[in-house]
């Protein structure tokens, strides 16, 4: 949700510990070590943070009010605003790693209420078994050239496109339970837009390759691509998802979050939306026309 509070109560707190150094500063003074003229001028210093403090705390309360009114209008038009806008979409979802369930929920509920249709979710078998996968692919001859460890990184732009794609899947298809942990839903037909989150902590080597590969092929096959995590992650994505040229929704557990995602799938400019440090370009994109 909006986030003026926090920086506001994140400044009283700063204001607050600058007092408790200059009261220790003073307290100091008693003992010989900070001459009066100085200890006058740390008790100016501090009838000024008090002020200051003060002032803040005005500002919190200011941005309180504002947060419930946000909150309030928002609860009120959020239905009007996503109705529809996912209209007959179908849509794909991949979590790397285990499912994270609030995400997964958040997901899941903003495509129902805007009308889409999520009709397929595959979940990555994370850390990957870089061996297995290699010895699979050696042994099909139609699948060498994604062989090899330093072609991982091209097995998960192929993984990419197959994901969106459906249909034929012979990647997928081959490798099995040995990348997916989980899948549902039909493997026909081409998705209109796909979501990826990653509950998994950060990988290194191979893995790490191939999900560069991965997060990178996605926006590259024609339609929207979004990469979404919680307002609180255990370890942010978000990060790498803008790395790899994906676009991003923070907090997509809240209702902006929601109606972020919303509109980046349903064909919103491209861009890095929600209240944390990676949405560089707001906390919502602009509301396309509807189709």
Known sequence: MFDFRYHVASLIA????????????????????????????????????????????????LANARQATADTYLADTYPTLIASRLRGMKIAVVSVGSVDQAVDR????????AGGRIVRVRVLRIPMDVAAIERILANRPALKPFAGVNRIGDLGRGVAAELIAGGQTPLLDALGDTILEE????????????????PAPPQQGATQRFLSGLYAGLPQNGVPAVGVERATPRTP????????GLST??????????????LELAGAATGHYGVGPAATDGILPPFPPRG
Do not use: H, K
């Not at 899948?183 to 990653?198: L, Q």
């Not at 994505?237 to 790899?244: T, W, Y």
């Open 14 to 61: 700063v204001f607050i510990a600058l007092v408790i150094g200059i009261l220790v500063g003073i307290g100091l003074s008693g003992r010989g070590f900070v001459s009066d003229a100085e200890r006058t001028n740390l008790e100016a210093r501090i009838s000024e943070l008090r002020s200051a403090r003060d002032t803040g705390q005005e500002a919190l309360a």
């Open 106 to 113: 958040a997901i899941t509920q903003a495509v129902r209420e």
């Open 183 to 198: 899948r549902d839903g039909s493997g026909e037909a081409p998705v209109d837009a796909i979501v990826i989150s990653r």
């Open 237 to 244: 994505a978000v990060p790498a998802f803008v790395r790899s």
């Open 249 to 262: 929704v923070d907090s997509v557990d809240s209702a902006t979050g929601r109606l972020a995602l919303v």
